[in-house]
C-alpha cells in the first residue's frame, strides 16, 4: 500500500526554523540564520520532491491520520492529513517557489537589521500554508488559513517604525478577518449539517443532498459563506483593499505571499469545495460574477498606477479575479492551472521589479525610471519573459492556461458576457504590463541616481560580483538565480499537464455539469465543431494581446507626450481611475467613520458614562445614606435602646396576639 | 375563689412598673432593679399559670429564673462597681461613650 | 377570705412597684422592691407555692436585694439627678408599653377564664424537690454551671485592678460627702 | 374548733410568748452579766435588789427615759426604720418555736405552739435571713464612717453564714424527712438501747451541731464573732449614732436572736421536749415544757460562757473560716448524712 509519506515532517521542517530563527537568531550570525532557514526549506521542498517522484506508486488520495484534536459527542477533528493531486500540485507550488524566494531574499534582506526575524517568520508562513494545504479537515484548513493571514500581516508589518507599514499590516490582516467570519459561518453550517469537517465526510453528506436549482438552501449559503472568506483571503471584489497597500512590506514578501501562495488560498479552498459549489449553482453564479467583475475592475485600476508594485498588486487582483472566473465556470482544473502558472510569471516579476527597486536603491515610481535595458540587462530579460507570459501571447505559460480559462467560460459558461469581458481584461492586461516593461526598461533614464548612492544600496562585496558602489547596478547572483529559474518555469509552465493531472480530482467527484447543459469533464468535450471555434478563440485572444503591447509602445515609446494628454483630455475620468475609484475613501467613510462615532458617542459616553457609572455611584450614595441614618440610632443612650427594645417587644405580642385571634 | 386573671393582671401591672422604670429612671441601680421587679411579675404568671393547670414545673421554672436572676445581679452589681470607679457616676445618661 | 388576702397584698405589691418608681433615692426604691417581694412571697402562698414562697423570700429578698442594697451603700452615689438624656425613651417606649399593658390586659382577660381555689395545687417540698432531680435534672447542672461563671465573674469584675485605671475615682470611695 | 376560740387561743398564746421572751431576754442580760462578771472574777450587778435581780428593770426604764437624740445628716426615714426593723424580724420568728406537746384543756387539745406551719423551718430561715437588713441600713443611715463600715462588716458576715447555717440543717432534715418543726420533735422520740435519747446529736449530727453552733454565734453577732460593735476598733459599730430608745431595740433584737438559736438548736438537735416523763398528769403535761427550757437555758449559757473566754475574730480570719473551713465541712456533713440514709433506706 502506499509507503509512509510523512507528511507531518513537511509543515514540521519549516516550524522548527522559524522557532530556531526566531528564538535564537538574535544571536547567530546572518550566515548562520541564512542557513537555517534555507536548510529547513529545502529539506520541505526534497520532501515535497520526494512524494511527487513517488506519485506513480500512490494511489491517491492518501489520508494520513494524526493526532486526534477535539472529541465532543460524536464530533471528532485530528490533525490528520490529505494529499491528492489537487494538494500535491499546490505542495510544489508552495515549496518550491517559496525555497526560491527564500533564496533571494537572503541576497535582498542582507544588509537590512531586522534580518533573523524576516526569515522567522517566512518559515513561519511556510508551515501555516503547508498545513493548509495538507489538511484533511476544514478546521485544519482554518488553523493554516488564519496563520497564513498572521505571517502576512507579519511581514507586511516588517518595516514596524514605518506607520503606513504597520497601518498596512493592519489593514491586511482586518479585511482578512472580516473574510474569515464567513469562513467560520460556513464551518458553523458544515458541522450543523454534516456532523464533520472532513473533506470525505462533508463530500459524502453532500452527495445525499439534492442539487440546489432554486437558489436557496444550506449548500448555496455554504458556497456563498465560503466564496466570502476566499474573496477576503484572496483580495477579491468588496475585500480587495488591503493588497495594494500590502505593498509596503519588503518585496520578496509580496513576491511569495502576495503573488504566489497566500493570495491562492482562497481559489484552493474554492477548488477543493467544489463538491458543495456543484450542488449550488447561485453560488457558482456568484463566484463567476465576482471574479469576472474583480478582474476587469482591478485591470482598470493597474493602467493608472505610477508605482511599479502597485501595477503588479493589481494585476495580481486581476488574475485572481480570472482564477476565479475560472471556478465560477466550474472550470477548477483550469483555475488552478493558471494558479500555477501564475505563481511562476507573477513571482518573477515581483522579484525582478525587487531587483529594479534594489538597483535604483529604493525608488518605485516608475516615472523615474527608464532606460534600464542596458544597465540591469538580467533582470531586463526575465521581466521582458514575465510581461510576455501574463499577457498571454502564445508560446508562454500565461496564453495556456488564461486561454482554457477563456474558453471554459466560453464553453461552460453561463453566459458569454463572462467570455467577453474576460478578453477585455486581458487587452487591458497586456497594455498596463507593456506599459510598465517601456516605462522602466525603454526610454531615457529619468531617475536621479547618476551620482553617489543613496538609501541603502550597497550590498555585500563577498556575493554579489563586486559591482563598485554608487550608479545603477545589476543585482548579484543570489538574486539573479532565482529569476532565471522562475523565468524558465514561466516559458516552460504551460506545457506542464495540469490538465491532465488534475483531472481525476474534479472527474470522480461531480459527474453532472452546474447548468446540466454539458458535461464538465475535458475529456467528453472533444466534438470536432468545439475544436474550431477554440482555435478561433485562441487567435482572438493572442491577437487581443498584441493588440495592448503595439498600443502601449505607440503611448508610451513612440510618442511619450501622448499619455499626458490623454490624462487631460480624460481629467475626471483619469482622476478617479488613478485614485482606486477613491474605494478607500468609500470604505473610510460607509463604514469607519460610523463606526467610531457610534462606539463614541453611543457605547462610550451613553453606556458607559451614563449608565454604569451612575448606577454604582448611586447605590454606593444610597448605602452611604441608610448608613447616616442608622447610626442616628446608635446614640449611647442607654434608655432609647430600652425604647427600641420595648417597641419591638411590642411589636411581636402584637402579632402574636393578632395571630391567636386569627 | 379568685379568678386567675386577677394574678395575671398583677402580674402584668408589676411588669408594667418594670418596663416604665427601666424606661424612665436614671440611676443604672434603679434601672437594674426594676429589671428584677419584670423578673418577679414574670415569676408570679408562672406560678398562677403552674396552679391554674396544674403541672408543678411552672415552679421548677420559677427557681430557674431565680438563680439566673441571682447570677445576673451579681455579675451586673460587679460591672455596676467597675462602671462606677471609672466613671465616677451613676447616671445612665452620663454613661455613653465607649472610651473614657 | 382568699380574697381579701390577695387584694391586701396585691395592693401592696403595687404600691411598692410604683414607689420604686417615684421614689428618688435608690435605697428607697430597693425597700420598696423588698416590699414587692414580700408581700409576692404571701401571694405564692395564696396559690399554693409554698416551698417557692420560702425561697422567694430567703434568696430574692433575703440575699439579692441584701447585695443590691450592699451595692447601694457601698457606692453612695445619692440622689437621682434629673438629666434629660434622650428623648425618644419616651416618645417610644411609653407607646410601646401602653400598647404592651393593653394586649396583656386584653389577652388576660379574655383567654385565663377559670379561677383558683386556694391549695388547690400543693407545691410542698418533697414533690418538687423529687421533680426537681428527676425530670428537671439537666437545667438544675446547667443553672449550677451558670452561678459559678456568675461568681467568677463578678470577683473578676469587682476586684480592685493592681495598676490604678485612668480614670479620676481610682478607689472605692465610701462615705464621700454628698 | 370554731373560728374566733381558735383566734382566742392564738391571742393568748402570743402574749404568753411575748411576756415570756421578753423577761427572758432582761434576766438573760442580767445572767450574761453575771456569769461574765464571775468568770473575770468579779460579782456583776448585785445592789439593785437582792443578787442584781432588778437591774434588767433599771437598766429598761434608763433606756427609756434617757433623751433619743438623732445627729444631723442622717437619713431619717431610714435611721428610724432600722431598729424596728431588727426587732420585728427577730421577735416574729419565735412564733415558729414549739415549746411543748399539746394540751388538753376544756376539751380542745391546743399544741404549745402559736403557728404549725408544714415549712416552719424554712420561714424561720426566710426572717431570720430578713434580720440583716436592720444592721445593714442602720449602719448606712447614721452617717457615720465606723457605723457604715460597721453594717457593711456585719452584712458580710451575717450573709456568708447563713449558708453554712443553712446547710448544716439539711443534716437533720433529711433524717426527720420533714420540714415542719413540730414533726422534727417528734420524729426524735424513744431511745436506743441503754437509754441513749434519739437526739439528733446522737444520730451521727454532731458535726452538724457543731456547725450550726459557730455560724449562730456568727448570724447573731457574738463574741468570736462580734466584730461589727467591736468597742476597740469601730467605737460601738453599727449602733454608734443611736441613743436611748434605738439602742434598746437593737440590743433587744440582739438577745431574741439569741434566743431564737439557741430554741432552733435544742429542737433540732436535742430533741426539743423530749424528755423521760413521769408523776402524776398535772406534772406530765408540765414536764416537756420544763424540758425544753432546761436545754433552752444550757445553750444561752454557753453562749455567755463562751463570750467570757473566746477572743475576737480578725475579719479576714473571720471570712476565711466561714467560706473555706465552716462550708465545705457542711457540704462534707450533708453528703455522709444522706449517703448513710440511702443506704439504710
Known amino acids: ?662 | 375563689m379568685v379568678p386567675l386573671s386577677y394574678y395575671l393582671v398583677l402580674s402584668a401591672i408589676l411588669f408594667a412598673c418594670g418596663v416604665l422604670g427601666f424606661l424612665l429612671k436614671r440611676n443604672i441601680i434603679t434601672i437594674f432593679m426594676s429589671i428584677e421587679l419584670m423578673l418577679n411579675g414574670v415569676n408570679l404568671s408562672f406560678v398562677a399559670f403552674a396552679s391554674q393547670w396544674h403541672a408543678l414545673s411552672g415552679q421548677i421554672f420559677v427557681f430557674f429564673v431565680m438563680v439566673v436572676a441571682a447570677a445576673e445581679a451579681a455579675v451586673g452589681l460587679a460591672i455596676i462597681i467597675s462602671v462606677y470607679r471609672t466613671r465616677d457616676t451613676l447616671n445612665v445618661d452620663r454613661v455613653d461613650l465607649l472610651k473614657l | 377570705m382568699h380574697l381579701a388576702l390577695f387584694l391586701v397584698f396585691g395592693i401592696v405589691c403595687v404600691a411598692g412597684a410604683v414607689n420604686l418608681l417615684i421614689q428618688s433615692h435608690p435605697i428607697q426604691s430597693a425597700l420598696s422592691l423588698i416590699v414587692v417581694m414580700a408581700s409576692l412571697a404571701v401571694e405564692y402562698l395564696l396559690l399554693g407555692a409554698e416551698f417557692v414562697a420560702a425561697v422567694q423570700v430567703i434568696v430574692y429578698a433575703g440575699a439579692i436585694m441584701v447585695l443590691f442594697v450592699f451595692v447601694i451603700m457601698l457606692l453612695n452615689a445619692g440622689e437621682e439627678e434629673r438629666s434629660q438624656g434622650s428623648h425618644i425613651a419616651l416618645l417610644l417606649g411609653l407607646p410601646s408599653l401602653l400598647l404592651v399593658g393593653v394586649l396583656l390586659a386584653w389577652s388576660v382577660t379574655h383567654h385565663a377564664t377559670d379561677s383558683v381555689r386556694v391549695g388547690s395545687l400543693y407545691g410542698d417540698p418533697r414533690t418538687i424537690g423529687k421533680l426537681l432531680f428527676t425530670q428537671y435534672l439537666l437545667p438544675f447542672e446547667i443553672t449550677s454551671l451558670l452561678i459559678l461563671i456568675a461568681i467568677m465573674g463578678a470577683v473578676v469584675l469587682a476586684s480592685k485592678p493592681e495598676v490604678t485605671p485612668v480614670g479620676p475615682a481610682s478607689g472605692l470611695t465610701t462615705g464621700k460627702e454628698k | 374548733m370554731s373560728f374566733w376560740i381558735y383566734t382566742l387561743v392564738a391571742v393568748i398564746k402570743i402574749a404568753l410568748m411575748l411576756f415570756v421572751l421578753l423577761t427572758a431576754v432582761a434576766y438573760i442580760v442580767w445572767l450574761e452579766r453575771k456569769v461574765v462578771g464571775r468568770i473575770q472574777n468579779r460579782w456583776g450587778p448585785t445592789r439593785v435588789g437582792p443578787f442584781g435581780l432588778l437591774q434588767p428593770a433599771a437598766d429598761g426604764i434608763k433606756f427609756i427615759l434617757k433623751e433619743d437624740l438623732t445627729p444631723p445628716h442622717v437619713y431619717k426615714p431610714i435611721f428610724i426604720a432600722a431598729p424596728i426593723i431588727a426587732v420585728v424580724f427577730a421577735l416574729t420568728s419565735i412564733a415558729l418555736i414549739p415549746f411543748g406537746n399539746s394540751v388538753h384543756i376544756l376539751g380542745y387539745d391546743i399544741p404549745l405552739q402559736i403557728t404549725d406551719v408544714n415549712t416552719g423551718l424554712l420561714i424561720v430561715l426566710g426572717i431570720t435571713s430578713m434580720g440583716v437588713y436592720g444592721i445593714a441600713l442602720a449602719g448606712w443611715s447614721s452617717n457615720n464612717k465606723y457605723s457604715m463600715l460597721g453594717s457593711l462588716r456585719a452584712s458580710a458576715q451575717m450573709i456568708s453564714y447563713e449558708i453554712s447555717l443553712g446547710l448544716s440543717l439539711i443534716g437533720v432534715l433529711v433524717l426527720a424527712g420533714t420540714f415542719s418543726l413540730r414533726d422534727i420533735v417528734q420524729s426524735q422520740g424513744g431511745h436506743f438501747p441503754g437509754y441513749i435519747p434519739h437526739w439528733n446529736i446522737f444520730r451521727g449530727q454532731i458535726v452538724a451541731f457543731f456547725i450550726y453552733l459557730t455560724s449562730a454565734y456568727a448570724e447573731t453577732n457574738r463574741i468570736p464573732f462580734d466584730l461589727p460593735e467591736a468597742e476597740t476598733e469601730l467605737v460601738a459599730g453599727y449602733h454608734t449614732e443611736y441613743s436611748a430608745m434605738k439602742f434598746a431595740m437593737f440590743f433587744m433584737a440582739e438577745y431574741a436572736n439569741m434566743v431564737t438559736v439557741a430554741c432552733l438548736a435544742t429542737l433540732l438537735f436535742l430533741g426539743g421536749w423530749n424528755g423521760p416523763i413521769f408523776g402524776p398528769p398535772l406534772l406530765q403535761v408540765l414536764l416537756p415544757v420544763l424540758w425544753f427550757f432546761l436545754k433552752v437555758f444550757v445553750f444561752i449559757f454557753i453562749y455567755i460562757w463562751v463570750r467570757g473566754t473566746m477572743p475576737r475574730f480578725r475579719y479576714d480570719q473571720l471570712m476565711a473560716f466561714g467560706w473555706k473551713f465552716l462550708l465545705p465541712l457542711a457540704l462534707a456533713n450533708l453528703i455522709i448524712t444522706a449517703f448513710v440514709v440511702a443506704v439504710r433506706a
Open chain 1, 1 to 662: 500500500m502506499n509507503p509512509n509519506l510523512y507528511l507531518w515532517m513537511i509543515p514540521l521542517l519549516p516550524l522548527t526554523g522559524a522557532a530556531v530563527n526566531g528564538l535564537l537568531g538574535r544571536r547567530f550570525s546572518k550566515k548562520t540564520v541564512a542557513g537555517v532557514a534555507l536548510f529547513f526549506s529545502g529539506t520541505a521542498f526534497l520532501l515535497a520532491l520526494r512524494v511527487l517522484l513517488s506519485y506513480s506508486s500512490l494511489t491517491l488520495p492518501y489520508v494520513e491520520p494524526g493526532i486526534s484534536w477535539i472529541r465532543s459527542g460524536e464530533f471528532h477533528v485530528n490533525f490528520a492529513f490529505y494529499l491528492d493531486q489537487l494538494s500535491l500540485l499546490m505542495l510544489m507550488v508552495v515549496t518550491g517557489v517559496g525555497f526560491l524566494i527564500h533564496i533571494y531574499s537572503v541576497g535582498y534582506m542582507w544588509d537590512d537589521d531586522g534580518f533573523y526575524r524576516f526569515f522567522s517568520y517566512l518559515n513561519l508562513f511556510m508551515f501555516f500554508m503547508l498545513m493548509l494545504i495538507l489538511a484533511n479537515n476544514y478546521l485544519v484548513m482554518f488553523i493554516g488559513w488564519e496563520g497564513v493571514g498572521l505571517a502576512s500581516y507579519l511581514l507586511i508589518g516588517f518595516y514596524f517604525l514605518k506607520d503606513s507599514a504597520a497601518a498596512a499590516g493592519k489593514k491586511a490582516f482586518i479585511t482578512n478577518r472580516i473574510g474569515d467570519l464567513g469562513f467560520l459561518i460556513a464551518l458553523f453550517l458544515m458541522v450543523q449539517h454534516f456532523g464533520s469537517l472532513d473533506f470525505q465526510r462533508v463530500a459524502a453528506g453532500v452527495a445525499q443532498l439534492p442539487a440546489e436549482v432554486a437558489g436557496a438552501g444550506v449548500l448555496t449559503a455554504i458556497g456563498i459563506l465560503l466564496m466570502v472568506g476566499a474573496a477576503g483571503k484572496s483580495a477579491q471584489l468588496p475585500l480587495y483593499v488591503w493588497l495594494p497597500d500590502a505593498m509596503e512590506g519588503p518585496t520578496p514578501v509580496s513576491a511569495l505571499i502576495h503573488a504566489a501562495t497566500m493570495v491562492t488560498a482562497g481559489v484552493y479552498m474554492v477548488s477543493r469545495s467544489h463538491v458543495i459549489f456543484d450542488k449550488a449553482p447561485t453560488a457558482l453564479l456568484v463566484v463567476a460574477i465576482v471574479g469576472t467583475l474583480t478582474a476587469l475592475f482591478a485591470a482598470t485600476i493597474g493602467i493608472a498606477q505610477t508605482d511599479i508594485k502597485k501595477v503588479l498588486a493589481y494585476s495580481t487582483v486581476s488574475q485572481l479575479g480570472y482564477m476565479f472566473m475560472a471556478c465560477g465556470v466550474a472550470a477548477y482544473s483550469a483555475g488552478v492551472f493558471h494558479l500555477m502558472t501564475h505563481a511562476f510569471f507573477k513571482g518573477l516579476l515581483f522579484l525582478g521589479s525587487g531587483s529594479v527597486i534594489h538597483a535604483l536603491s529604493g525608488e518605485q515610481d516608475m516615472r523615474q525610471m527608464g532606460g534600464l535595458r542596458k544597465k540591469i540587462p538580467w533582470t531586463f530579460w526575465t521581466m521582458a519573459i514575465g510581461t510576455v507570459a501574463i499577457a498571454g501571447i502564445w508560446p508562454l505559460s500565461g496564453f495556456h492556461s488564461k486561454d482554457e480559462i477563456l474558453w471554459k467560460a466560453y464553453s461552460q459558461g453561463p453566459s458569454k458576457m463572462i467570455w467577453a469581458l474576460g478578453v477585455l481584461t486581458a487587452f487591458i492586461t497586456s497594455f498596463y504590463m507593456f506599459r510598465l516593461l517601456f516605462m522602466t526598461f525603454f526610454g531615457d533614464y529619468r531617475g536621479s541616481l547618476e551620482s553617489g548612492d543613496q538609501g541603502h544600496d550597497a550590498h555585500g562585496p563577498d556575493l554579489g560580483h563586486g559591482h563598485g558602489h554608487g550608479g545603477i547596478h545589476e543585482s548579484p547572483a543570489l538574486m539573479l538565480v532565482p529569476l532565471v529559474i522562475l523565468a524558465a518555469l514561466s516559458l516552460g509552465g504551460g506545457y506542464i499537464p495540469a490538465l491532465k493531472f488534475l483531472a481525476p480530482v474534479f472527474q470522480t467527484e461531480s459527474s453532472i455539469g452546474h447548468t446540466g447543459a454539458i458535461a464538465t469533464s475535458e475529456p467528453a468535450l472533444e466534438e470536432s465543431a468545439d475544436k474550431g471555434t477554440e482555435r478561433f478563440l485562441q487567435f482572438v485572444s493572442v491577437g487581443v494581446a498584441l493588440l495592448g503591447a503595439f498600443l502601449a509602445w505607440l503611448l508610451y515609446l513612440k510618442s511619450p507626450y501622448l499619455p499626458a494628454q490623454i490624462a487631460a483630455w480624460a481629467g475626471g475620468l483619469y482622476r478617479t481611475v488613478s485614485n482606486k475609484y477613491y474605494v478607500d475613501e468609500i470604505y473610510n467613510w460607509a463604514l469607519i467613520v460610523p463606526l467610531l462615532a457610534m462606539s463614541r458617542k453611543w457605547l462610550w459616553k451613553g453606556v458607559d458614562q451614563d449608565f454604569i457609572d451612575t448606577v454604582i455611584n448611586d447605590s454606593a450614595d444610597a448605602t452611604a445614606d441608610t448608613g447616616g441614618v442608622l447610626r442616628r440610632m446608635q446614640s449611647g443612650n442607654l434608655r432609647s435602646y430600652a425604647a427600641w427594645l420595648t417597641a419591638g417587644g411590642a411589636v411581636v405580642l402584637a402579632y402574636m396576639v393578632w395571630l391567636g385571634v386569627h
